[in-house]
């Protein structure tokens, strides 16, 4: 699939940061086929709350209905698309996706309720589209399974994301995250998240060796790391194994 179709969107204004990381050198050109009504990933999508009202996230009905798979020559057509890079070489790795939320509406969706799984072998790719108002993660690791905490959670390196936030006046966000892997005691594998449009990244690299703009035990408590985009479309690369 030609990346110039995928990378086509919307000419909005974005949030533009300074990145040392490295970014992955995809072509891009804005208008480019680019719709001004996207598709959505679930049919049965959320209201916005009403002001001063508790609101509850976006999670798809049916649950998980707001995490859809799409051909890559239509990716564009959604409005926030997340591109999954497998490893550069060597063995296939499982990613997982899951909502903040679980079915019952409690917090704990990385307790073995993933929406989506799937398997990347060397230099496959995969798109995966998310409806307004998600909010969740997604973990991967090599070989068919992700590893567990003590409790059941998955334990590799994460990716966390947000987008199009009701309650945050359409903002989006992600970052990278080693935390549940660290305090597993397990392995942290390398993941980088970059998003296209403000060349802004989160990257941990294998072990922790390099922390960039990312989330690790140490800063646990600390808010704001990582992308955080102004409302509009979204189009994050997700690079697994990554290595500086």
Not at 24 to 46: D, M, T
Not at 148 to 169: H, I, M, P, Q, R
Not at 218 to 223: C, K, L, P
Request: proline share 7%; hydrophobic share 35%; aromatic share 10%.
């Amino acid at each position: 699939m030609s990346a110039l179709i995928w990378f086509a969107i919307c000419c909005q204004s974005h949030q533009q940061r300074p990145c040392s990381e490295r970014v992955p050198n995809f072509p891009r050109q804005e208008l480019l086929n680019s719709p001004r009504i996207y598709l959505i990933a679930n049919l049965a999508r959320p209201t916005p709350p009403s002001k001063g009202k508790a609101h509850s996230r976006n999670v798809g009905n049916p649950y998980g209905s707001n995490i859809i798979e799409v051909p890559g020559d239509k990716a564009n057509q959604y409005k926030y698309v997340v591109r999954f890079n497998g490893p550069p070489e060597g063995d296939d790795w499982s990613v997982v996706i899951w909502n903040k939320l679980k079915p019952d509406g409690i917090q704990g969706g990385w307790y073995g309720k993933a929406c989506r799984r799937f398997t990347l072998a060397a230099g496959q790719t995969r798109f995966i589209a998310f409806d307004e108002d998600s909010q969740g993660g997604w973990a991967a690791a090599p070989g068919t399974t992700i590893p567990l905490d003590s409790k059941g959670g998955y334990a590799s390196t994460w990716g966390e994301f947000d987008f199009g936030s009701f309650v945050n006046d359409g903002w989006s966000g992600f970052d990278v995250s080693a935390i549940q892997a660290q305090n597993a005691g397990l392995e942290i594998q390398g993941m980088q998240i970059c998003d296209v449009l403000t060349h802004t990244c989160s990257a941990i690299t294998r072990d922790a060796s390099h922390v960039y703009n990312a989330y690790t035990r140490d800063v646990a408590h600390v808010g704001g790391i990582g992308g955080n985009l102004a409302p509009g479309p979204v189009r994050l690369q997700v690079a697994l194994d990554y290595a500086k």
